[in-house]
């Protein structure tokens, strides 16, 4: 599975921006995504994933209520729209895949980098306040 996650660039604090992030897999309705963060000199951190049918998501505590993730099965993408964001959500915002044949809900288990099998290049958010 190859992912492109694009969308990311500079914005001002209380701005907002959506990253995306598409899939080479045909099967890409059958996969758990996830996206995750790197600030500098941070270690990667979880931000959101979500479930095959895009109806079951989980969220990191610092983006609740401000980001939302969601996947269009169609275009084998999923979406990351960040809002009311703030300098510390400045950081590389990877998209992340991992198959998941139990078609189930996610949770504290996806939130973890080393739950997911494959990985995008990365794209840059920068908030200025």
């Known amino acids: 599975v190859q992912l492109q996650a694009f969308g990311g660039g500079s914005v001002q604090a209380g701005g907002s921006l959506r990253l995306s992030c598409a899939a080479s897999?045909?099967?890409?309705?059958?996969?758990?995504m996830g996206w995750f963060r790197q600030a500098p000199g941070k270690e990667r951190e979880f931000v959101a994933s979500?479930?095959?049918?895009?109806?079951?998501?989980y969220y990191a505590d610092s983006v609740k209520g401000r980001f939302t993730i969601s996947r269009d099965s169609a275009r084998n993408t999923v979406y990351l729209q960040m809002n009311s964001l703030k300098p510390e959500d400045t950081a590389v915002y990877y998209c992340?895949?991992?198959?998941?044949?139990?078609?189930?809900?996610?949770?504290?288990?996806?939130?973890?980098?080393?739950?997911?099998?494959?990985w995008g290049q990365g794209t840059e958010v920068t908030v200025s306040s």
């Open positions: 992340a895949a991992v198959w998941d044949p139990r078609l189930g809900r996610v949770g504290q288990d996806t939130g973890y980098w080393h739950h997911y099998d494959y």
């Open positions: 897999e045909r099967t890409f309705s059958t996969y758990v």
């Open positions: 979500i479930n095959w049918s895009g109806a079951s998501t």
